[in-house]
């Protein structure tokens, strides 16, 4: 069984990614950690309380995380489109309390489960990495007891989604960023906007992926009104993904997680992140010259198998 830990500021797409984990029976997710991003960290901690009971697996530790970037407010949050709650502001009058998060930190929490395990923990981050420069601070041999990291996060074409050139997870907390890319030393994967965005599914599969006969397809179905309509609007498809289809894009992270055959083809270049420009604060560099001779590889997800993935987007509603 692979151990994975998932960090999440659960709004819609990390909901579907957390049901594509819970789904898969080659993996055993040791705990959920939150973050603000989405929306705020209390509604995130709820939200993935929410998809638990949906999926009867409130057994699953969940651990509250930092509130905050690291710096200062960014201000950034995406209630436009995943809804005020994080979650499409459907109602859930059975949601399950926040006295069954735990009461250890996200942080140290991710500090012990992964010393607890050396080298056999994977760690998929779909969110604003802010808990995971905070434990990188407190315990700088962490990174090198992970087994993998795999992140949604940063761009490739300098294409934002929340600034000019910023991804959200990145603009969200730069720093953070800056300090996981640079530092974490262990394998790295990326599922960057602009690769999920050229890896879009369709809207038919997406049609008949909340078809399915299921409590789950119907959960699913509530929480993501909102967004699927926001998604088929004109200007959404014009401006922001540059096409029209269905992209959930803190799947792609998780299905590269789950399994090792998922990635066919990556690029394997040194990164960072912009800390300072008037518009480019948040924004990922990708070095394929050659200048940043001390910048950290990563992989790039460059092209994955659809098949496979759609394969693990229905399994995780049924
Ligand atoms: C990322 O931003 C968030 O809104 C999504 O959950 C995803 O993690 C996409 O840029
Ligand atoms: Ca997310």
């Known amino acids: 069984m692979k151990k994975l830990l998932l960090d999440v500021d659960c709004g819609v797409d990390d909901a579907q990614a957390i049901m594509m984990a819970l789904a898969a029976p080659n993996v055993q997710v040791v705990g959920i950690t939150c973050v603000h991003g989405n ?87 779909t969110a604003p990495l802010t808990n995971l420069a905070l434990a990188m601070r407190m315990d700088p041999s962490l990174p090198s007891k992970l087994k993998a990291l795999y992140i949604m996060g940063g761009n490739t074409e300098s ?5 000019v050139c910023g991804e959200f997870n990145f603009a969200a907390d730069p720093e953070a960023a800056y300090v996981v890319l640079n530092e974490y030393h262990c394998p790295t994967y990326l599922a960057c906007w602009e690769f999920t965005c050229h890896s879009m599914l369709s809207w038919e599969f997406c049609d008949e ?15 993501f009104r909102h967004s699927y309509e926001i998604s088929q609007t004109e200007r959404f498809q014009k401006e922001f993904v540059a096409g029209s289809g269905f992209i959930s894009c803190d799947s792609y992270a998780v299905a590269a997680a789950i399994d090792d055959s998922f990635i066919i083809e990556s690029d394997y270049y ?49």
């Open 39 to 125: 929306t705020s960290v209390e509604n995130v901690c709820k939200n993935v309380l929410r998809v638990l009971q949906a999926c009867n697996r409130l057994e699953i530790p969940v651990f509250k995380g930092a509130a905050k970037p690291i710096l200062g407010d960014s201000g950034i949050s995406a209630g436009h489109f995943h809804g005020k709650d994080g979650l499409g502001d459907a109602p859930d009058c059975n949601a399950p309390g926040l006295e069954l998060v735990q009461k250890e930190n996200a942080v140290t929490a991710i500090i012990r489960i992964v010393n607890e395990n050396p080298g056999e923990v994977s760690l998929a981050a």
């Open 159 to 163: 294409r934002g989604n929340t600034t």
């Open 209 to 223: 992926w909340l078809a399915q006969e299921t409590s789950k397809a119907r959960f699913m179905k509530k929480i």
């Open 270 to 318: 040194p990164v960072s992140v912009e800390l300072t420009g008037t518009h480019t604060r948040g924004m990922m560099i990708v070095d394929t010259v050659g200048f940043l001779k001390n910048a950290r590889k990563v992989f790039l997800m460059k092209k994955v198998d659809l098949e496979k993935f759609k394969q693990m987007m229905m399994a995780a509603l049924q």
